[in-house]
């Protein structure tokens, strides 16, 4: 079996809501919206892995030019974990945006009151595109990280090399 880990704070639950899925972790996540006419960041089925997250405001993107648009929330990662925010599967087929650097990531540390979690896109069209406010614009999920406690320097890791970019195939 897959075991599947989100945060957990005190004493976590398990449950299995589908045959054949993993093990999931339940935990609260404490978050501050900015703006509380905008929804809770939510899952959209049971089985979904990361929760979207909304645009707190109408934001005009030009083609080509990063923009960060706000996403309504502030919330504290809890310890031993990262938040990985990243494109919705429609995004970029129905609005011709990307997170422009492929993935955000949101440190444990990036929590205080003003620190509200802003997506960057970049419009890959030649139009300008428009996000309302309240449309959902990415999804973010938690990742358990490993921080490395040393780095060991040697001269050689292995005689076999792959070759690089494109090595298999």
């Not at 449950?15 to 006419?37: N, S």
């Not at 080509?64 to 990662?77: E, G, H, K, Q």
């Not at 419009?123 to 040393?150: H, P, Y």
């Amino acid at each position: 079996m897959i075991m599947i880990f989100f945060a957990s704070i005190g004493t976590p639950t398990y449950a299995y809501p589908f045959q054949g899925y993993a093990r999931i972790c339940h935990m609260k996540l404490k978050i501050k919206r900015v703006d509380k006419t905008l929804p809770v960041p939510e899952y959209q089925t049971k089985g979904s892995v990361a929760f979207d997250l909304y645009a707190r405001k109408t934001t005009t993107v030009k083609p080509f030019s990063p923009t960060i648009i706000p996403a309504n929330i502030i919330l504290r990662v809890p310890a031993g974990y990262f938040l990985m925010l990243v494109s919705r599967s429609s995004t970029p087929i129905r609005k011709h945006l990307m997170v422009s650097n492929g993935i955000g990531v949101i440190d444990q540390d990036y929590h205080g009151d003003k620190d509200e979690i802003g997506i960057q896109v970049l419009n890959f069209s030649k139009e300008d595109v428009t996000i309302e406010k309240g449309e959902r614009i990415a999804q973010a999920l938690l990742v358990k990280i490993a921080k490395v406690e040393e780095f060991e320097e040697v001269d050689s890791i292995t005689d076999v090399s792959r070759g690089g970019f494109g090595s298999t195939g």
